[in-house]
């Protein structure tokens, strides 16, 4: 099993079509390749199901053009409950309209019926394996954070009891700096694109 193959068998998908053999069919598809697909009818079924499934859902893949909620919209309301959710489109629609506001959603992946399978693959594994790498980078941001507080608060204190003439006072300052430095570094790795 390649690598992409094993990402994708972890995850578990949520796919949202008003078409019930479109849906099937790519329900059928998408099960041989991931650890479990949830799917729904409309863009309200969809946001349901993905409220009471929230923590296991790791992509969604919806239609734009849906009864009582669009994919778009349904996306917007998901995100709002999960910002780092990813989420592709999938539709016959290449309106410009409809482009520019994923765009402006930054949703991650476009995909034109008919589906080339293929390109959805390639699509859901780039998408999975960019959101665990923000994940992961999340994570030691936070760890790394914890780890440095107490060292910082430390040389803060030491600082406070040294004489300014003392070495061992430059020593410390340039520890401060150096921890400046890589709170800066630890800082970028926990901000998303547009917090900036």
């Known amino acids: 099993m390649n690598i992409k193959d094993e990402i994708l068998k972890g995850i578990t998908v949520l796919y949202v079509e008003d078409e019930l053999i479109p849906r099937e069919t790519l329900a059928r598809f ?3 390749r991931v650890a479990k697909v949830y799917t729904a009818s409309s863009g309200r079924e969809g946001l349901k199901l993905f409220k009471e499934k929230i923590s296991k ?31 592709i489109i ?28 293929e390109r959805l693959v390639n699509t859901m594994y780039k998408v999975v394996l960019r959101n665990q790498q923000n994940n992961f980078a999340l994570h030691v941001a936070n760890e790394l954070n914890n780890l440095l507080k107490p060292i910082s608060d430390f040389i803060s204190l030491a600082s406070q009891k040294i004489s300014k003439e003392d070495e061992l006072y430059e020593s410390l300052q340039n520890a401060v700096m150096s921890i400046k430095a890589l709170d800066s570094f630890i800082y970028s790795l926990s901000v998303k694109d547009d917090d900036l």
Do not use: C, F, W
Not at 94 to 109: F, H, Q, R, T
């Open 30 to 32: 998408l099960s041989r």
């Open 90 to 117: 999938i539709t016959a629609h290449s309106e410009v309209l409809y482009l520019m506001k994923a765009i402006e959603m930054d949703i991650d992946g476009y995909i034109l019926k008919p589906v080339d399978y």
């Open 57 to 87: 859902i790791d992509l969604v893949l919806t239609d734009i053009l849906m009864p009582d909620m669009n994919g778009l919209q349904m996306a917007e309301e998901m995100r709002k409950l999960r910002d780092d959710l990813p989420i």
